[in-house]
């Protein structure tokens, strides 16, 4: 095979690559899709997939920075470590999809069905996920900062030692999710549902929980430093060990819940529910807390 660029002929591996680089039109991407539907490494940048039937395609590694994939069908689509910064994924069917690895920064992603996706490691930094429905996907160690899943819908979603570092959680499902080592410091989850939620050792330092609901959820050693709970609900939920040192906890409600070993240095307690909490007189710091009774 040989390409002939600026008149000089290239062969063999290089000629591949070349060849392999050129961006592919809306028409190839149809034929390949009536046939081996393999996308491996091509550059489809760019190009409007709106409505696609991608399902089942081998994108691994491909060029999708830009593309148009409204509405598209990629259920069990093969994802990994490809491109798709600004992508455009609206209400998208990604249903088993792997995205391991995947470069998803400022992709649009709301109303998109990410159910049982596999986005372990994959960069979602400013990627916009509102409405969208998460449920049993993995995002393990995926980076998600400042990415927006206001409203979104993950429940069974795993997010182990995922970085969601100022991100908006306004008022998200995220009943059951699993979030142990999870970064979730400066992140907006005021109204969140993480009711029964696992965030053993998460860090939430300075995040907003105004009116969160964490009943019995466990809280073990999570960094709550300087959080805001006011009116939250953690009835019944195990904060042992956890650092709530200037946490606002005004009007939440502690009924049940166990501090055992918890640090309250100057947390704000005032006209927090405190009926049968458990642990307290082991909680440290206790005397520097506002308004505990």
Same mark, same amino acid.
Request: proline fraction near 1%; hydrophobic fraction near 45%.
């Given at each position: 095979?040989?390409?002939?660029?600026?008149?000089?002929?290239?062969? %063999?591996?290089?000629?591949?690559? *070349?060849? *392999?680089?050129?961006?592919?039109?809306?028409?190839?991407?149809?034929?390949?899709?009536?046939?081996?539907?393999?996308?491996?490494?091509?550059?489809?940048?760019?190009?409007?997939?709106?409505?696609?039937?991608?399902?089942?395609?081998?994108?691994?590694?491909?060029?999708?920075?830009?593309?148009?994939?409204?509405?598209?069908?990629?259920?069990?689509?093969?994802?990994?470590?490809?491109?798709?910064?600004?992508?455009?994924?609206?209400?998208?069917?990604?249903? *088993?999809?792997?995205?391991?690895?995947?470069?998803?920064?400022?992709?649009? #992603?709301?109303?998109?069905?990410?159910?049982?996706?596999?986005?372990?490691?994959?960069?979602?930094?400013?990627?916009?996920?509102?409405?969208?429905?998460?449920?049993?996907?993995?995002?393990?160690?995926?980076? #998600?900062?400042?990415?927006?899943?206001?409203?979104?819908?993950?429940?069974?979603?795993?997010?182990?030692?995922?970085?969601?570092?100022?991100?908006?959680?306004?008022?998200?499902?995220?009943?059951?999710?699993? &979030?142990?080592?999870?970064? #979730?410091?400066?992140?907006?989850?005021?109204?969140?549902?993480?009711?029964?939620?696992?965030?053993?050792?998460?860090?939430?330092?300075?995040?907003? #929980?105004?009116?969160?609901?964490?009943?019995? &959820?466990?809280?073990?050693?999570?960094?709550?430093?300087?959080?805001?709970?006011?009116?939250?609900?953690?009835?019944?939920?195990?904060?042992?060990?956890?650092?709530?040192?200037?946490?606002?906890?005004?009007?939440?409600?502690?009924? *049940?819940?166990?501090?055992?070993?918890?640090?309250?240095?100057?947390?704000?307690?005032?006209?927090?529910?405190?009926? %049968?909490?458990?642990?307290?007189?082991?909680?440290?710091?206790?005397?520097?807390?506002?308004?505990?009774?």
């Amino acid at each position: 095979m040989a390409v002939a660029i600026l008149g000089v002929h290239a062969t %063999g591996p290089r000629a591949t690559a *070349q060849a *392999q680089a050129a961006r592919l039109t809306l028409e190839e991407v149809r034929t390949v899709l009536r046939t081996t539907r393999d996308l491996a490494g091509k550059d489809l940048s760019g190009l409007r997939l709106a409505k696609v039937n991608l399902r089942g395609a081998d994108l691994t590694g491909a060029n999708l920075t830009g593309t148009d994939l409204r509405e598209a069908r990629l259920e069990g689509a093969r994802l990994r470590r490809a491109a798709l910064r600004r992508a455009n994924l609206a209400e998208a069917n990604l249903h *088993q999809a792997d995205l391991g690895g995947a470069d998803l920064r400022e992709a649009d #992603l709301r109303r998109a069905n990410l159910s049982e996706a596999d986005a372990s490691g994959a960069d979602l930094t400013a990627a916009r996920l509102g409405g969208a429905y998460l449920a049993a996907a993995n995002l393990r160690r995926a980076r #998600l900062t400042r990415a927006d899943l206001a409203g979104a819908y993950p429940p069974g979603a795993i997010l182990t030692a995922a970085d969601l570092t100022e991100a908006t959680l306004t008022g998200a499902n995220l009943a059951g999710v699993y &979030a142990e080592r999870t970064i #979730l410091d400066g992140a907006r989850l005021d109204g969140a549902d993480l009711t029964g939620g696992y965030l053993a050792g998460a860090s939430l330092v300075r995040a907003s #929980l105004a009116g969160a609901r964490l009943r019995v &959820a466990n809280l073990d050693r999570t960094n709550l430093l300087a959080a805001d709970l006011r009116g939250a609900d953690l009835g019944a939920a195990y904060l042992g060990g956890a650092n709530l040192s200037r946490a606002n906890l005004a009007g939440a409600d502690l009924a *049940q819940a166990d501090l055992a070993d918890a640090d309250l240095d100057e947390a704000d307690l005032t006209r927090a529910r405190s009926e %049968g909490v458990r642990g307290l007189d082991r909680a440290r710091n206790r005397a520097t807390a506002k308004g505990l009774r």
